[in-house]
């Protein structure tokens, strides 16, 4: 994941971080990774698709809406790919949806934009076709 600085602000270390806590359903450690101008995007297709600001707005739309709809939603960060301020991470989701019973596990890439410590960008990029198995 690169090297750690004294601040732990290195880009991995930062993602790695918002994995953590949304993992923990840390909302609070969460929006910490988060600059107060991010812009975080869930792909076209995808139920919450669209372009969140601010770390209140990303979690309340996304992270407590993810949490109403399913149960045990997790992204599983298996690998980092780091230049610079970008940070791609290749991932997967699991999770069962509350309405229909049916489980998702989904393959995922996530890139990052970290500066100053703090996350600024934030794009998703899933094969859509199958969370909307999952909820029908």
Do not use: C
């Amino acid at each position: 994941m690169g090297l750690i600085d004294a601040a732990g602000s290195a880009p991995a270390d930062v993602v790695r971080r918002q994995y953590l806590a949304s993992a923990a359903g840390d909302l609070e450690a969460l929006r910490a990774t988060l600059a107060p101008d991010v812009e975080w995007t869930e792909m076209a297709g995808f139920p919450l698709a669209g372009t969140y600001r601010t770390p209140l707005g990303v979690t309340t739309n996304v992270m407590e809406q993810l949490g109403k709809e399913w149960e045990d939603w997790t992204a599983h960060d298996d690998t980092y790919v780091v230049d610079g301020e970008n940070v791609v991470v290749l991932a997967r989701y699991t999770a069962n949806n509350l309405a229909t019973g049916k489980t998702l596990n989904a393959r995922v890439a996530h890139h990052f934009v970290v500066r100053a410590g703090l996350i600024v960008r934030f794009e998703q990029f899933v094969d859509t076709a199958l969370v909307l198995q999952a909820t029908s």
